[in-house]
C-alpha cells in the first residue's frame, strides 16, 4: 500500500521560508516522480513542483521559479519542497503525490497524472 505523509507547513510571515517534506512508503521511490501540489477553496489543484525518480528532471510553475526548490533523498524516501520569499498568495494547502506510470521516466505537473494524495500541510502566509 503506497503511502504519502506531509509535513511542514505553518504560519509565517512574507518574506519567510518553510521546508515541506513529502515521506512516501510502499513503492520502489527511485522509480517514480514525486509531485507538489497546492489548492485553496474553489480553486482547481495546481503543480507547483515536481520532480523525476532520479532527480535530473524538475518542473516549476512559473510563480514559484526562483523562490522554491524541489530535491529528493532517495534513500530516505523523501521529497522536500524548500519554499522561500513566501508570499500572500501561495496560502494553501500543499498536497504530495506519486507519478506511478509505468515505465515513465520523465516529470509532468499534471494532477491527473498523479496518485496517491496525501492529506497535504496548511500554508499561511500574513502579510
Known amino acids: 500500500e503506497v503511502q504519502i505523509v506531509e509535513s511542514g507547513g505553518g504560519l509565517v510571515q512574507a518574506g519567510g521560508s518553510l521546508r515541506l517534506s513529502c515521506a512516501v512508503s510502499?513503492?520502489?521511490?527511485?522509480?517514480?516522480?514525486i509531485g507538489w501540489f497546492r489548492q485553496v477553496p474553489g480553486k482547481e489543484r495546481e503543480g507547483v513542483s515536481c520532480?523525476?525518480?532520479?532527480?535530473?528532471?524538475?518542473y516549476y510553475e512559473d510563480s514559484a521559479k526562483g523562490r522554491f526548490s524541489i530535491s529528493r533523498d532517495n534513500a530516505k524516501n523523501t521529497v522536500y519542497l524548500h519554499l522561500n520569499s513566501l508570499k500572500p498568495e501561495d496560502t494553501a494547502v500543499y498536497y504530495c503525490a506519486a507519478d506511478l506510470r509505468p515505465g515513465w521516466v520523465g516529470v509532468s505537473c499534471y494532477a491527473f497524472n498523479y496518485d496517491n494524495w496525501g492529506k497535504g500541510t496548511q500554508v499561511t502566509v500574513s502579510s
Open positions: 510502499g513503492i520502489t521511490f527511485a522509480d517514480y516522480a
Open positions: 520532480i523525476s525518480g532520479s532527480g535530473g528532471s524538475i
